[in-house]
Each structure stands twice: as C-alpha cells, then as structure tokens.
C-alpha cells in the first residue's frame, strides 16, 4: 500500500503558506479514499482552505468517500449552496443514497438549488427501493449508436468519458430506448478504427429488471464476472446500469447481514455489527431479542416443571439437560447457517430445496445415530447405569434428527412465506430445538421410568 | 437475465446437421459462463463434436466457468494434448488454480505439454500459497513504457489487448521491474493522441505486498473500488495484478467461511455450506466437531452433579437451567459475531480492541440488568417467591456480565494467537458459555440456599 508518510503535514505546512499551486500537485496524486482521511484529519479551518483550493469535481470524489454523518458536519461547514454544486458532480446513485439519508429540510434545501433535470433526476432515483436494482443503479452510462465506427466511438469517448460512472462497458439502444447491443472498450480497441459498431455489439445482452433484489445483482455480476450490467424496465427500456464496485459493496453489506441473523443481533439490519456505535444504541438494538429469548427459555423450564415428578425421582436427569439441549441447539445452527448462506448466494431453484431437506435428513440420521451411541456409552459408564445410558441415547437420537430438520425447514418456510428472515436467526432456532428437545428427553425418560428406578 | 428458450434445441440440432458455422454463431453469441452450462448439460456425443468446432480460446473461457470436478471429465473426454493447449490459452490464475486441484500424476503430463517457458510460469504461480496476493494474481497484465503516447499506447494495446487479463489498467514499470506508475485506459482516452504517459499516470501507486492475505486485498479493492490493483515482491518490482472479479469471488467465500465459523461446521472451511455434497461428506464434517461439543455438554452436566445437593433440596432451580444457559449463548453468540464480522472486515485497529471490549462490557451491563430485572419478575410471579426471584435475577445479571465479555474476549484472543479460528465458532462460544452461566448459578443458588428452603 502506498504509504502518505510526511504528505499530511506537507499538505498543513502549504495550506498556513497559501501554496495553492504545491497544494494541487500533492494532493492530487493521492486517491479520493485517501484525500478523505486527510480531509477529516485536517483542522476545521484547514479544511475549510482547502476545500476552497479543490474544484466541485475534486471535492465530489472525496465527499463519496466518506461516511454520512460526517458529511453533515461537512455541509454545515461547507454551506449548503457549495455542498449542492458538490452533490450534482456526483455520479448519480452515490449522490440519491447520500441525499436519502438527509433530512427533509436540507434535503429540500440542497435540490432546490440545483436546475429542474437535475433535481427530476435525484428525485427519481430517490423513489427506487433502496435494495433493488433501480435503487443501486447509476444514469450517467455511454450509449453509442450502432452506426459509429469504432474510430467515431473512441472519438466520442473522448468527449463524454469525464461524467460516465464507468466507460468500459458501451450500451446501443434502438429508437424507442430499448437495449440492444453492448460492447466493451475493450473490443472497441481491438476493433480496425472503420468497425461499425453493429458488427462488434453483442446483441444477447444479459440486463436485470428495475426491481431485482440487489442481492441476486451482485450474484449475478459475481457469477458473470462483469465489470457493469444493465438495468432495464418492465418494457426493456435502459434506465441505468450497476457497477461492480457497488455489486462489491452489497456483497459485503449483505454478508454482515447473513452474520447478524445468524448471531441474533437485532436481525441482520445493516451496520447492526458496527464496532463503532456506542454501547447503549449496541445494547438497544439487542435487548429486545434477548428479552424475547428470555421468554421462549421461560417455556422451556415451563417444559421441565411439567416433568417435575420424574426429575424428583431421578435428579440425575438434570444433569444431562445442557447436553441435549444444547446439542440440539448446535446442530440446528449448523443446518441454519448452510441455508442462509444458499438462500444468500442463491444457490436454491425450486427443487433444490426438496433435495437440501433430503440431504439434512440424512445428515440428521448419521449425526443422531454416532452421537446417540457416544453419549449412551459416556453416561451409562459415568452413572454406571446401563438403562440410564440408553434412555439418555434414545432421547438424544430423537432429538438431533429432529433438531436437523428443524434447522433447515424452519428458516426454509419463513423465508417463503417473505416473513422478516430475522425471525429464523440463530438464537432462535436454538431456542426452539431447547425446546424440542427438552421435550423429548423428558417424554422419553417418564415413559420408561420404570426402569430407571 | 438472457433467455436461452430454445437456443439448446437449436445447438443440439445443429450438432447432429453438422452446421459447423452457423453453431458458431449461435454459441458466439452466449455468455462463456452460460455456455459451460449448455455445454455440460449435452450428450457426452454431442459435447465432443461441439468442443471440435470451438477453438482453443473459447474453450478455455468455457472451461474457466465449471466446477473442478467436472473438468475432470472433460479433460478425460477431450485428451490431455487438446487440455493442455486449452490451459494455456486461459488468464494464468485461473490455470494455476485449476491445476492446484489436479492430482501429481494429470498435472505433470499437462504441464509437460506446453513448452518450458509457459510450464515455469504456471509452476511459478502455483508456488503462491492460495490465500495470499500471490496465489490470486495473474500475470498477465499490460506494461507500457513511460515516453510512449496515448495514441501510441492505443495502437499497442490494439496488439496486446487479448492476451491480458484486464486493458483497464495500464502499467509503468522502470527499467529493474519496480512499479512506477499506473493509469486507466479511461485516463488514456481521454487524453489527447500525442500526451505523453508521463504525463498521465499516476505515480502514488496503491500495490499490495504478494504475501499480503486474500482477504486483505478484496476489502482493498473494495474500499478504493479498484478494478485491479498491482502485486509486487519485497523489492517493489511489480510481479502479478489482482482483478475485481477475483476479489469480489474472495469476499463470497470468506462469507461463506464466516458462516460456517459462527455455525460452528467444521470451522469454516470453503464449501463446506455448499449444498451439492453429499449427506454423508456433509456429516462427516460436522460430527468431529457435535461430538466434541458434547463431550464438553457432559463437562456442564458435571457441575450440575457438583450441586446435587443443592438441586434435591430446590427442585424448582432446575426449571431455570435452560434459561440461564440458554441466554449465557445467545448474548456470547451476539458478541461473537461482531468479532468476526470486523476481523473479516478489517475493521480493527491496534487500539480499536480495547475500544470494543470496553464498548461490549457496557453492552453487557445495560443487557444484564435489563433482563435480570425481568427474569426476576417472571420468576418470582411463577413461583411465588420473591425470594427464589432475586437468586434467579443476580444469576442471570453476573452470568450475561461474564458471558457477553467472553463471546467478546475469546475470540479475540484466539485470533491474535492465530489458532485456527474455527476454536471460536458459534457453538464453542455457547457451550463455554452455558458452562459459566451454570457455575455462577448454582454458586448464588448454594450461597443463599438458607433463604431458599
């Protein structure tokens, strides 16, 4: 990695001289990412200087690179008739997110000072569901008629290139703005310069409907290794394109999502693992889970109450409680993870998830059956009870191949029924196989409590 | 997405016509990772015929896009003479993964086909370990020299540009190999024919070390949204290049890894979620670890045997043992998951640990009255006994103290020791917590069993 060693307080040093020309240079060769640390790191009034010294374009690269809040403080700083000019030299998808997180009042403050396009254009986007294509998707796309050359093309390139989000990918539409044909840059330059762009066009254009989940897009441009794909609407009209670098991005939103409903935190809303929101908000977005586990736990002593009798004749069944419930709870986990992360990379079609129960189900027999005979064999040696080691055995066998089911057809029917996957976390499946097999292991015990005693 | 609604008819047909041409065609026009899919669901027949018309490029796109298992058929199918060829004509990373995967035997007569600088190459690659810039990156990247002119490098390009991996980015090197500059073909467009490359590059090059971690250099890429970045050795001379499409393949699976870590199978593994294997693969993965988790279930069983005593005199406690263990893992699981989620992330800084323990220790606080005020309440409505009630409360609120620390702490340990991370899985998590949260029950339940009896 490039190291910034000595330019941050070369960049102070020039900035309380006034070099504004030493300034450009220096700061120009460093990445927008890195532009935005030093930005932040700079002193109000530094940053206030060198913000006047970058144009709106400069400063547009280096606002997307930084995180929400801190761009309020920046449009307070700024003032918003600066920030409006900003936002507008923005690609446009970045530019709709940043302004959805305002609130109304600035909001309206900062469209209204762009023209009327530009503002229909935010404001369209802004209407798109934040998780679908229409919601990720960029306007600023190069669309090439098919009748260029490749020479009139690149030539064109050269003109347009600057506001494109990303030039490698060339869209043709026809004259009703349907997509057509795609190219790259790349086969643009590999063509002779007198090419017609029909003959270089791939005419079977994998694009995305306007209301795909931004989860399958990101699936879909991994899959494809794309560098952009298309976004068309309902009449195969070209509204925009999705970049890979925002692919990447809900790839990775989507993986800390997976983690929090399988942690049980506050059912995978984004930004819920943050490690920098503050205790109490951390604890807030928690307790309401927990406090409903709390409860389902209730249900399941509510279980053991009922057997009260049996556990008074044989306390010793106490002691293999957080055995069978905790395993139960494990190996319902396990199941729970695979189908998150097949419903994430959507690995299921229609009979797959018939085949992924069936395949569960087996599991669940080999894991209860090498378990079951593990655990009667460790209690019946540590009780020396050869009746108890079976009964524990028995109870435990059921219990897993029950608790493996459980685990895959429970998130399995939530997620068909579209209820909030969170629902199907893992501390809750958990809880709900401590339950289970709380069940059994009592039911099993009573029925054969004549020879336990 | 593409409709391929009768292209497979029309193939099929073709094939057994023997229309060479306008197969051609047809296929040409099909997405390479679509016409792996057309390709493998054809007769054996019919695949031999289709893969004698398409040249030895096109294969090898095909060939990129199927699983390895496959491949090994269709290197039986084809001949080792037609693979060879095919590897060779593929981006190098991708052929020293594939030929990772082949055994001793195959890999040898594959690689004695090419000729010995190609077969250096590959070996060279496949010396990197996997998991590392080394073992991601492709050699075959474009070097311009520095005094050449956009319209100079265009024309080089035009030459160049289908043997490289990506034409996005353009390197300079100087005359010992050491990077010196990079610029984007899009830089190279816009440029006027006769700007020097000088002129135009970029000199800050942000680069990646080649023994820098895989998933290191996917949240790299992501964060700078990079379409490649360059990997050089320990002298800075430039050695390899690390395309999206690759990283963006390293983020799903160390997804997937994390998963499988916080599922607790088999420890994170790669594909070890995959539905495709398997019930019998599937179990035998998990089962080393369910059965090392009972073994450590019966460990908590053992201490409740600790307090028999305790347990004969108050049978009721025994309703509480689900609740108590059961919300000691859900507190740790939620804990845990925001470690691994920012270890995964590279989230951390050295001082940002401290910051996160010291943040969870409040999360646990605010936790563990909260819900050791409501257990308090339900226990001691339950039972009516306002007495049993505060055992069951300080219980719990000592127990989700200590438990959300340690799904905190544990892992983080475990990972700066750099022990397998699959210790600090969900269910270990768990079952350690269940452990402590049954010792400081029983403790606080014997202490005041003179107000309990």
Sequence with gaps: MVSYNGTFDSIVLNLSQGNKDELREIFGEIHPYDQAQILMLLSKENRRL???????????????????????????????????????????????????????????????????????????????????????????YIVLPEYFTADESIKKLRKIAPDAETVYYLYVVDEDGRLKGVLSLRD????????????????????????????EVANLIDRYDFLA????????????????????????????????????????????????????????????????????????????????????????????????????????????????RGLATGQFAGKDTLRLIKREAGVGLIIA???GILISFIAAVWQKNIVLGFVIGLALWITLFVATLAGTIVPLIIAKLKIDPAVASGPFITTINDILGLTIYFTVATMLMGYLV
């Excluded at 762009?197 to 994998?206: A, F, L, S």
């Excluded at 977005?285 to 002593?301: M, N, Q």
């Design 369 to 371: 059956t090498t378990n």
């Design 50 to 140: 060198l913000a006047e010294i970058l144009t709106d374009e400069e400063m547009a690269e280096i606002i997307q690179e930084i995180e929400i809040e801190q761009q309020k403080l920046i449009i307070d700083e700024l003032g918003i008739e600066r920030y409006s000019k900003i936002i507008v030299e923005m690609p446009s998808d970045d530019a709709a997110d940043l302004l959805g997180d305002l609130d109304e009042e600035r909001l309206n403050q900062v469209l209204n000072l762009m023209d009327d396009k530009e503002e229909a254009d935010l404001r369209e986007l802004m209407e798109h569901p934040e998780n679908t294509a229409g919601g990720l998707m960029t306007t600023e």
């Design 188 to 215: 643009l330059i590999i063509a002779s310069p007198e090419t017609k762009i029909y003959d270089i066009m791939y005419e079977r254009v994998v694009s995305v409907p306007i209301d795909m989940d931004q989860e």
């Design 229 to 340: 794909v298309p976004v068309v609407d309902k009449h195969q009209v070209l509204v925009g394109i999705i970049t890979v670098d925002d692919a990447m991005d809900v790839l990775a939103e989507e993986a800390s999502e997976d983690m929090a409903k399988l942690g049980g935190i506050g059912g995978g809303e984004a930004g819920i693992l943050d490690i920098n929101v503050n205790a109490f908000d951390a604890a807030k977005k928690r307790i309401p889970w927990l406090a409903l586990l709390l409860c389902i736990g209730i249900f399941s002593g509510n279980i053991i109450a009922q057997f009260e009798d049996t556990l008074e004749a044989v306390v010793v069944l106490s002691f293999f409680i957080p055995v069978i419930a905790g395993m139960a709870g494990n190996t319902g986990t396990q199941s729970l993870a695979v189908v998150i």
